[in-house]
């Protein structure tokens, strides 16, 4: 990370060879120094505390956080249903929004069918689900008759309210390291989609990796550049 008064933050991922030294050129990108008149409203602002999440609040909380189901978990919590809460938030019986049911990785939808099953996410945060047989082993046995765990009394407290978003969304998270990460926002259900395809992009989450920083569902998020020399 190069930072410098007047230009904006840089960050860029590499790996380094045998060499204890490597020669870098960065370029830094100047800060406007003057800004259009724009007005932003108190909703406005909190919607973007509550559903948007930067590189700089995970750096703060680095030491806390083990993947992407973590920056939801502990720092943005209210991405899971979005700005109206969950059923019953404010005596409301029903929710505004559903959660999280779709997400987005630089740009690309991740779709529930391209992602393995993970046997250690869903044990932690949905140990009663049941899908195409991928969940056999996640059943309990009593009296030597095999059943289906519930996962409302398996699943601890503070795992529950990530819970509720869908089990692919959960997978992919739990993928992506937090240092990768330049930003994370949740599009609620009534908000206009930032990009062209709509199908997909409401109630789901936007994950910017930073640069130098690729994704597959197989390897997760990896250092993508390469600055170890090649012979030649």
Excluded at 100 to 125: C, F, H, Q
Aim: proline letters at 5%; aromatic letters at 6%.
């Amino acid at each position: 990370m190069v930072r410098h008064l007047g230009y904006e933050r840089h960050s860029e991922f590499f790996r380094m060879g045998k060499a204890d030294q490597l020669s870098l050129s960065v370029m830094l990108t100047r800060s406007i120094q003057t800004l259009e008149a724009i007005t932003i409203t108190e909703k406005e602002s909190l919607r973007r505390q509550k559903l948007l999440v930067s590189a700089d609040s995970i750096a703060a909380a680095a030491g806390e956080l083990g993947d992407g189901i973590d920056i939801v978990r502990k720092l943005r919590p209210s991405m899971v249903w979005g700005m109206g809460g969950p059923p019953g938030n404010g005596g409301m019986p029903a929710n505004m929004c559903d959660a999280v049911s779709d997400i987005w990785v630089n740009g690309e939808r991740i779709l529930s069918e391209m992602v393995p099953t993970d046997g250690g996410v869903l044990a932690k945060y949905r140990p009663g689900e049941l899908i195409s047989g991928a969940g056999a082993e996640y059943v309990k046995y009593s009296r030597g008759v095999r059943q289906a765990a519930s996962s409302s009394g398996n699943v601890p407290a503070g795992y529950r309210l990530v819970a509720d978003m869908a089990s692919h969304v959960l997978q992919v998270l739990s993928k992506i390291h937090p240092e990768h990460v330049e930003q994370m926002q949740r599009l609620d259900c009534m908000e206009s989609s930032p990009l062209m395809a709509r199908v997909g992009t409401h109630n789901a989450i936007f994950v910017v990796l930073k640069r130098g920083i690729g994704f597959d569902v197989d390897r997760g998020s990896y250092v993508a550049f390469d600055a170890t020399p090649r012979k030649p």
